[in-house]
């Protein structure tokens, strides 16, 4: 069975999605909370 390029992509990020949220949430719990809050607004 041979996939493309977006069947392989959303593989790969389905390995490494669970991974990646684990990084990031420690990164984020290590931070100010007046920066964390600047941070959410700024995506709004």
């Given at each position: 069975m041979?996939?493309?390029?977006?069947?392989?992509?959303?593989?790969?990020?389905?390995?490494l999605?669970?991974?990646?949220?684990?990084?990031?949430?420690?990164?984020?719990?290590q931070?100010?909370?007046?920066?964390?809050i600047?941070?959410?607004?700024?995506?709004?």
């Open positions: 041979s996939l493309n390029i977006q069947g392989i992509v959303s593989s790969i990020n389905e390995q999605a669970p991974q990646f949220e684990e990084k990031l949430r420690s990164y984020l719990i931070q100010d909370r007046e920066w964390l600047d941070q959410i607004v700024r995506l709004t």
